[in-house]
């Protein structure tokens, strides 16, 4: 087991297909690539940094929940369902991002490939920085909500709500 160990990872492109940290948590996450293919869950102590564009879920479409348990969870860069190239394949995914500190979004998310639905949790704060699109609900539970003026909360069919302060940047 690698209980409470660090692990960096840089590639060209990065697949996770089964779950990280299920066993127990590592320590903390950094990954670096082109590609970063998260299709199950992932599970830290500390922090979790995702430096390169994230596709999120399998094919056919599923839930995906990134836990830190007692970190924060960054996004480098966008964030999107999964697909190769731009071109839609099966259903989207739903992402649950769970952090004791705070999660940041550096880019758009869903843009390219929008999400099923969004549920964001930080004991900290939540910082967007790009515009968020979905098909379904947007869920953000913080001490402090703060974006850019530049972005925008888009869902196609769903509810959007905010819990806590919210700050335009």
């Given amino acids: 087991t690698i209980y ?3 692990v960096s990872i840089y590639g060209n492109t990065v697949s996770f297909r089964g779950p990280v ?3 127990g948590p590592l320590g903390g996450l950094y990954v670096a690539a082109n590609n970063i293919k ?3 869950n992932v599970t830290t102590i500390g922090d979790q940094e995702y430096d390169g564009p994230v596709q999120i879920g399998a094919w056919g479409g599923n839930s995906v929940t ?3 348990n007692e970190g924060s969870i960054y996004f480098d860069s966008t964030v999107d369902s999964h697909g190769p190239n731009g071109y839609w394949n099966g259903n989207a995914s739903d992402l649950s991002v ?3 500190g705070e999660v940041v979004f550096q880019g758009a998310v869903g843009l390219n490939r929008p999400l099923a639905s969004l549920d964001v949790q930080a004991d900290e704060g939540i910082w967007i920085g790009g515009s968020v699109q979905t098909l379904g609900n947007q869920s953000y539970v913080a001490l402090t909500f703060s974006m850019t003026e530049v972005s925008n909360l888009i869902s196609d069919v769903g509810n959007i709500t905010a819990q806590n302060s919210c700050h335009i940047f």
């Fill in 98 to 100: 769970i952090a004791a």
């Fill in 4 to 6: 409470d160990h660090n």
């Fill in 38 to 40: 998260i299709r199950q």
């Fill in 66 to 68: 990134l836990t830190s």
């Fill in 21 to 23: 940290g299920a066993d």
